[in-house]
């Protein structure tokens, strides 16, 4: 597995710091992969298709063969942020190009959202192309204070949820900014090419773009991250 193109770079930099009132871990590494470039070219080889009505845009699958050599060396570093008993293993993994235009988001896809109720659930983040002005925000639900949904939170979350939409009605079309009469965001990270970040995939979370964020299908131009999940 150590021949995979996405093999972390001998020489990272990585960093681990906490956000907002939760002081929810976030590891992040810049400069992770060698050759960003030849990632970048392999990426525009696949084919991509959407997957589920929640992602705005397009997907290509990844196996575990490929993605794990860019986590492997962190793993012990993932069990000491995310307090996890067991390393955590391959879930799912995809490249992944934003295409939808605000105009066209399904209501879901104008609300942060959460991958999983489990806390051993990480969801690491890689950014393929530069996205700097924009990037990946995280959010807190106002009416409950929650920036992360277990299932001890799960049917409150969503009560609050329809009660907030009730009372200010669906959000406009557009990708969710700093603030909402219904969610609070709590950090924003660059979108940095080549950077990657790690978090647990029941914070609430949601792609940063702007209002004029213009969609791009091509994987050699347009919004381009790899989004693996993995599972203690």
Do not use: W
């Amino acid at each position: 597995m150590s021949q995979s193109p996405l093999a972390l770079s001998p020489t990272y930099g990585l960093t681990v710091s906490h956000f907002g009132e939760e002081a929810q871990p976030l590891l992040q590494v810049d400069g992770a992969l060698a050759d960003l470039a030849l990632v970048r070219k392999i990426a525009a080889r696949h084919s991509y298709r959407s997957i589920g009505p929640f992602y705005p845009g397009l997907r290509a699958p990844v196996s575990a063969k490929i993605a794990m050599p860019l986590v492997e060396p962190l793993l012990p570093k993932m069990c000491e942020t995310f307090g996890l008993e067991r390393e955590p293993a391959y879930f799912e993994c995809y490249l992944s190009l934003v295409t939808k235009a605000p105009g066209e988001l399904a209501p879901i896809q104008r609300l942060p959202h959460f991958d999983g109720t489990e806390p051993e659930r990480l969801a690491v983040l890689l950014f393929l192309s530069d996205d700097s002005a924009c990037g990946t925000a995280f959010y807190r639900q106002c009416s409950t204070g929650y920036e992360s949904v277990d299932g001890s939170r799960y049917d409150c979350y969503l009560a609050e949820l329809e009660a907030a939409t009730a009372q200010h009605g669906i959000p406009p079309a557009s990708y969710i900014g700093a603030d909402s009469p219904i969610f609070t965001r709590t950090l924003r990270v660059a979108g940095a090419a080549n950077r990657m970040i790690a978090y647990r995939g029941n914070t609430l979370h949601c792609a940063a773009l702007r209002d004029d964020f213009t969609p791009d299908a091509d994987p050699r131009s347009g919004r381009l991250t790899l989004n693996l999940f993995l599972k203690a």
